[in-house]
């Protein structure tokens, strides 16, 4: 069974429109992540939810707006999405935020 | 500036070598961590050490610690091919519980 899940795994889209990224955890974690790798694979944090609380939101556009239905969903949606937004973007979660982390498979975005 | 630095940036050895990997940061740490990641995949954690902890081990890994220097140091014993992949240290960050990736180490090991 799939710990942390993302859909969908590749999204290609225009300049211009919004899109939205999923993100599931089944290990009873508290704390949720989300993640930018660019092409240069430095991963920096985007967001962190503890129970359903948004505890991290670093320098990010508002453009980007995390939704954390419950504790076990963290979704992203993205509006007005721009050539730099394409990058990988993964979830995580851990137990408390101080813990070790579970990382999803990530998710592609190609903005064009 | 980047909290966590992994020194080198790539390695290459020759399989059945020891790999060793430095990390080095800023700012009072609750813990470091080390994480792998292969090729178009999410990052794995390997080992979770402590601020009080000088060393750790976990099979073939050795994880250790210097808060004085303010670094730490990966080493993965006798190397195989699968161990190749990107290896990255995070940091903790007392102040805010914050989590901070440093920029990866590359590791090739050569069959």
């Known amino acids: 069974d799939t710990a942390v899940s993302q859909t969908p795994k590749y999204l290609v889209t225009q300049m211009g429109n919004d899109k939205s990224i999923k993100c599931e955890q089944n290990l009873g974690h508290d704390t949720m992540y989300w993640y930018k790798q660019d092409s240069k694979k430095f991963l920096k944090i985007m967001f962190s939810y503890n129970n359903k609380e948004l505890i991290i939101n670093e320098t990010v556009p508002n453009r980007f707006s995390p939704k954390s239905p419950d504790k076990a969903h963290l979704n992203l949606h993205i509006n007005s999405l721009e050539l730099g937004d394409s990058a990988v973007y993964f979830c995580?979660?851990?137990?408390?935020?101080?813990?070790?982390?579970?990382f999803g498979p990530g998710t592609r975005l190609t903005v064009t | 500036s980047q909290q966590g630095e992994e020194d080198p940036q790539a390695l290459s050895i020759q399989e059945g070598e020891n790999a060793t990997m430095n990390c080095s940061y800023k700012?009072?740490?609750?813990?470091l961590q080390w994480y792998r990641q292969n090729s178009g995949r999410g990052l794995v954690h390997l080992i979770l050490?402590?601020?009080?902890?000088r060393e750790k081990h976990s099979g073939r890994l050795r994880v250790t610690l210097d808060t004085s220097k303010k670094s730490s140091s990966l080493l993965i014993t006798a190397s195989r091919a699968a161990d190749t992949a990107s290896y990255f240290c995070a940091t903790v960050v007392n102040r805010d519980d914050k989590i901070i990736f440093g920029k990866g180490t590359r590791l090739h090991i050569l069959p």
């Open positions: 050490i402590r601020s009080n902890e």
């Open positions: 700012t009072s740490i609750n813990n």
């Open positions: 995580a979660s851990s137990q408390g935020r101080r813990g070790e982390q579970y």
